[in-house]
DNA sequence: ATTCATGTTGTGAT
DNA sequence: TATCACAACATGAA
């Protein structure tokens, strides 16, 4: 469930743990858990794909990464990379990856570049955009510097709602065209996410794992792009390259 | 049974 | 020193 909407889900679900103490900690990770038992959760946030339980003096980060999952009041027959009781319920983690976070959040993290955070600043994201014009759109996308919570999901249905072409440099999109991407990829966020909590959010992709344009009919291109060589669903026709080929 | 995917970090080579 | 390709990790659906 990694995409930073996922992650707004567990966040809103695990938020009812602000304030109350940890009472017994157990899980397979190799950070000294017993850290956390006895202490009171004075936080519960996100930033971006980042989960962020936050004590006085330190958080811990967990990252699901592309297989971890999480329950809250139930257990699964994998053992928790964490688990943490409270009074009011108990939370477990499963396959992500933990880490502590020494001092104020606020100094660890830029909010505004979360896309889904009340502090998010398009104007921002065009300024790191505009320092590095040669990247390809479909990387810009997944730049977690700039884009904090947009995933491979995102990415696709971003550049096709916008009509561009992943292989597209930033530097070559006109103007409005890369504002648009900006907006977009908050927009299409917060709509992935009311999809999801409705169950809802396969059914809405339109290049996402398909095979057929909802534009136009034509057959989608489905390659391996970029410098991670993610998937990447697009329809030739309908999305124009920037700059166009000679 | 095998492949692959909503992701990131660390390693060793260049 | 810096960059880069690849390995590693971990789970479940198709």
Same mark, same amino acid.
């Given at each position: #469930?990694?995409? /930073?909407?996922?992650?707004?889900? #567990?966040?809103?679900?695990?938020?009812?743990? =602000?304030?109350?103490?940890?009472?017994?900690?157990?899980?397979?990770?190799?950070?000294?858990?017993?850290? #956390?038992?006895?202490?009171?959760?004075?936080?519960?946030?996100?930033?971006?794909? &980042?989960?962020?339980?936050?004590?006085?003096?330190?958080?811990?980060?967990? &990252? @699901?990464?592309?297989?971890?999952?999480?329950?809250?009041?139930?257990?699964?027959?994998?053992?928790?990379?964490?688990?943490? =009781?409270?009074?009011? /319920?108990?939370?477990?983690?499963?396959?992500?990856?933990?880490?502590?976070?020494?001092?104020?959040?606020?100094?660890?993290?830029?909010?505004?570049?979360?896309?889904?955070?009340?502090?998010?600043? +398009?104007? @921002?994201?065009?300024?790191?955009?505009?320092?590095?014009?040669?990247?390809?759109?479909?990387?810009?996308?997944? &730049?977690?510097?700039?884009?904090?919570?947009?995933?491979?999901?995102?990415?696709?249905?971003?550049?096709?709602?916008?009509?561009? *072409?992943?292989?597209?440099?930033?530097?070559?999109?006109?103007?409005?065209?890369?504002?648009?991407?900006?907006?977009?990829?908050?927009?299409?966020?917060?709509?992935?996410?009311?999809?999801?909590?409705?169950?809802?959010?396969?059914? *809405?992709?339109?290049? *996402?794992?398909?095979?057929?344009? +909802?534009?136009? /009919? /034509?057959?989608?291109?489905?390659?391996? #792009?970029?410098?991670?060589? $993610?998937?990447?669903?697009?329809?030739? $026709?309908?999305? +124009?390259?920037?700059? +166009?080929?000679?």
């Amino acid at each position: #469930m990694p995409e /930073g909407p996922s992650i707004i889900i #567990m966040r809103e679900a695990a938020t009812r743990f =602000r304030g109350k103490t940890v009472r017994e900690v157990d899980g397979n990770s190799k950070l000294d858990l017993q850290r #956390m038992r006895g202490r009171k959760v004075v936080g519960v946030r996100s930033w971006g794909k &980042h989960f962020l339980l936050e004590f006085r003096g330190f958080s811990l980060r967990a &990252h @699901l990464l592309l297989f971890g999952s999480w329950l809250i009041d139930a257990e699964k027959a994998a053992t928790p990379r964490l688990s943490l =009781r409270f009074d009011n /319920g108990t939370l477990n983690l499963y396959a992500c990856s933990l880490k502590y976070i020494e001092g104020a959040l606020d100094e660890a993290y830029d909010w505004r570049g979360d896309v889904m955070a009340p502090e998010w600043d +398009p104007k @921002l994201a065009r300024t790191k955009l505009k320092r590095q014009p040669e990247v390809l759109v479909c990387d810009a996308l997944l &730049h977690q510097d700039v884009f904090a919570g947009v995933g491979n999901i995102i990415k696709n249905e971003v550049l096709f709602r916008i009509r561009v *072409h992943p292989a597209s440099t930033v530097g070559a999109l006109p103007p409005r065209l890369l504002g648009k991407m900006i907006k977009d990829a908050r927009d299409y966020s917060f709509q992935f996410l009311e999809w999801k909590k409705q169950y809802v959010l396969r059914q *809405h992709w339109l290049v *996402h794992n398909k095979g057929q344009c +909802p534009n136009c /009919g /034509g057959k989608l291109t489905r390659q391996h #792009m970029g410098t991670r060589n $993610r998937r990447t669903f697009f329809c030739v $026709r309908c999305q +124009p390259l920037y700059p +166009p080929p000679a």
